[in-house]
């Protein structure tokens, strides 16, 4: 049987013709070169947007696509802890804030839309960074999404913090958002009529403030229920997080068994206890080696001026950002 490349690379939902056994579509273009998608991903709090933003800067021009289901709404940026527009240090990011707030984000949707983003990204000769704690996003794009696979290659950092000091982060991470403001964006937000299993409204940090903003709006409730409910939601709140650091780790390791030849695990634990300079040693430096020989070392792809080797990336770290365009 002959079969027509050309036809086959037509975009097409089902195959033109049908494959003998062990021959796939994947197969057939093994031969092309695919382009790079760094991915970082984690449980919530690990810190895989400062760890997007880092590695953008240093193999510009890169842009980050977001990939938590709850950020990619519009309002909320406390609660759902979008990064700032300080935070970003100047980094494109996509899917950010961009989705009607009432409406439910699919799995589906975050294919096309980050497919979408990153075909623009390398299109312009960046380097695509994904970045998110919504792992069925990652799982449904990288897993089951036909034209993705067939055009990108992935490299996986897991950035991993021990549960007791994740834990512990994450309580004192609400006791901030409570600091910084919370209560108020939840309660300007309130709609006694809401439906909680749709849009941003699922996101931790709404649903928990019901009772008290009901009783709020009522007053009908003295000021000490008031006080009640609410330290009440918080630590429903801080449990909640817990809970979905600990849905999201065993997600990772299921994946992990997928993606394990690809997927690199950094323990950013040194990190949360205050040691100096553990980001930089654990976290960030080992990151950047992995990446170079990702992105420059597997087909001998040129190695702009000033990165020759693993050990040059390290010394690196704090120098001038290394240029990508000549790796595209």
């Not at 794009?141 to 834990?167: G, I, T």
């Not at 990151?287 to 001998?300: D, G, M, N, R, T």
Request: hydrophobic share 40%; glycine share 6%; with cysteine.
């Amino acid at each position: 049987m002959k079969i027509s490349i050309s036809a086959c690379a037509c975009k097409q939902e089902l195959p033109l013709v049908s494959f003998q056994k062990g021959l796939t579509m994947e197969s057939l273009f093994h031969h092309r070169s695919k382009d790079k998608v760094i991915i970082i991903m984690g449980a919530t709090g690990t810190g895989k947007t400062k760890l997007a933003v880092d590695v953008a800067k240093h193999f510009q021009p890169a842009e980050i696509v977001n990939s938590d289901k709850m950020q990619v709404y519009k309002g909320l940026d406390i609660t759902t802890n979008k990064v700032t527009e300080e935070e970003c240090g100047g980094v494109p990011h996509h899917l950010l804030g961009t989705v009607d707030p009432n409406i439910n984000f699919t799995a589906s949707d975050f294919c096309r839309h980050a497919t979408s983003a990153i075909d623009s990204i390398v299109e312009r000769n960046g380097l695509p960074i994904i970045a998110g704690g919504s792992n069925s996003y990652l799982d449904a794009l990288v897993n089951h999404h036909a034209e993705f696979r067939l055009r990108y290659k992935c490299c996986f950092l897991w950035v991993d913090v021990s549960l007791p000091v994740l834990h512990s982060s994450l309580q004192a991470r609400v006791d901030r958002m409570i600091d910084a403001g919370q209560v108020n964006e939840v309660r300007e937000f309130f709609d006694p009529r809401a439906d909680y299993t749709r849009g941003i409204r699922r996101a931790i940090g709404v649903p928990e403030f019901d009772d008290f903003l009901r009783a709020e709006a009522s007053g009908t409730e003295d000021e000490t229920t008031r006080k009640r409910l609410l330290e009440a939601a918080i630590a429903r709140i801080k449990i909640n997080n817990c809970t979905l650091a600990n849905r999201q780790i065993q997600k990772i390791h299921r994946l992990h068994g997928l993606w394990k030849r690809n997927m690199h695990r950094l323990d950013a634990t040194e990190v949360f206890l205050g040691s100096r300079d553990a980001w930089h040693d654990h976290v960030l430096a080992k990151s950047l080696v992995i990446l170079h020989k990702f992105l420059f070392e597997e087909k001998k792809t040129h190695v702009p001026a000033g990165i020759v080797s693993p050990k040059d990336v390290i010394a690196a770290v704090s120098a001038p950002s290394v240029a990508m365009a000549a790796t595209h």
